[in-house]
Every structure is written in C-alpha cells, then in structure tokens.
C-alpha cells in the first residue's frame, strides 16, 4: 500500500465516524435539521476564514460530505412521516 492509499483509508475511516457522531447528535437535538445546518455554516466558516483559494472546491466537498447527515436529520424530524420518531423520541 502506498503512503497515499494510506491517507486515502485513513481518511475515509474518519470521514464515516464522523458523519455518524454528526447524525448521532443531530438526531438527539430538537431541530435535527438546524444543528446539521448550524454544523455546516460553522465549518464553512473556518474555511473561508482560512482565505483558501480552493474555496470552490472546498464548498462542493462541504457539501457531499453533509448531504447524508441532513437528509437522516430530515427525515427523522418529519413528524408526518410513517415511522420516523421525530419529538416523541427524545
């Protein structure tokens, strides 16, 4: 395995427990949706505070990697959805 295949699997590892930690909390908020959403802006934040000149770039993996997190979040939170939780849950 070369050094880039490494970081590669290293980072896939860490990309998946943290969309998991960020689902997990979300689920457990009041506004699963918001605190994804809140998660996002606060991320993007940093970044752009950082005056990357790959912000494009950086925007569009920001992007692909929350996708999953807010659409779990927004389905849990559908009150009106046939088996999702929602308020009751928590």
Same mark, same amino acid.
């Given at each position: =395995? +070369? ?12 990309? +998946? ?7 997990? =909390?979300?689920? $457990? ?8 959403? %809140? $998660?996002?802006?606060? !991320? =993007? @934040?940093?970044?752009? *505070? ?23 979040? @927004?389905?849990?939170?559908?009150? !009106?959805?046939?088996? %999702?939780?929602? =308020? !009751? *849950? $928590?």
């Amino acid at each position: =395995m +070369t050094e880039i295949d490494e970081i590669s699997a290293h980072l896939t590892v860490l990309e +998946t427990v943290v969309r998991q930690l960020i689902t997990h =909390m979300a689920v $457990r908020d009041d506004n699963p949706s918001g605190w994804v959403q %809140t $998660r996002k802006t606060l !991320a =993007m @934040s940093v970044l752009d *505070a950082d005056g990357t000149q790959q912000s494009a770039r950086l925007n569009d993996a920001m992007t692909d990697f929350f996708e999953p997190a807010e659409a779990v979040a @927004s389905d849990y939170s559908d009150l !009106a959805k046939p088996g %999702t939780p929602g =308020m !009751a *849950a $928590r």
